[in-house]
């Protein structure tokens, strides 16, 4: 097969991606009629490992809402220096965004509540993550956003950082 495609893996982002030397195009999603078979008989194909596996992707873009509290990893925030609310409080903070939202809010309208309201400093782009891989987040973030559809929201899902909606867009 002479696509012109490789695999090579990204220091930074400590994941692999496809680069194709004739047309110097870079993309982190599976070209387009490559198949996944294709891609691993590549040069460097070995760097996929198990990145795919079925319909999971190797990665996702997910926004979201985090809401510390007093026993978060770190209370405190670009929003509040001591975060003093109790975990019960924050999770009612997010049912209330929830209920606000509905089951498969815009990306606009969850954007606007992140921004006004996470203590991530992602709220200044509106909650976004980007894209990431597995074990890039903390597990039951992880979890969360690779088990929904693009376009849903999380229920709360609770970390070490706080408590977060998550809305994957990818």
């Not at 990204?10 to 599976?30: D, V």
């Not at 903390?138 to 909606?165: K, N």
Request: net charge negative.
């Amino acid at each position: 097969m002479s696509s012109g495609w490789e695999v090579r893996f990204s220091n930074s982002r400590k994941l692999p991606y496809f680069y194709n030397a004739g047309t110097h195009t870079s993309m982190w999603e599976l070209p387009e009629g490559v198949s996944e078979e294709q891609a691993r008989a590549l040069p460097g194909g070995h760097l996929l490992g198990e990145a795919s596996q079925g319909n999971q992707p190797a990665q996702v873009r997910a926004s979201h809402l985090l809401v510390k509290h007093r026993d978060s990893r770190r209370p405190s925030s670009w929003r509040e220096a001591n975060i003093t609310r109790s975990k019960d409080e924050a999770i009612a903070q997010l049912r209330a965004f929830q209920d606000q939202l509905g089951a498969q809010p815009s990306v606009q309208a969850f954007a606007q509540l992140a921004e006004q309201f996470s203590d991530c400093s992602s709220a200044r782009s509106g909650g976004d993550l980007g894209s990431f891989g597995r074990g890039q987040m903390q597990r039951p973030f992880e979890e969360a956003a690779f088990g929904l559809e693009v376009g849903q929201m999380s229920d709360i899902v609770d970390t070490d950082s706080g408590v977060h909606l998550v809305l994957r867009t990818a």
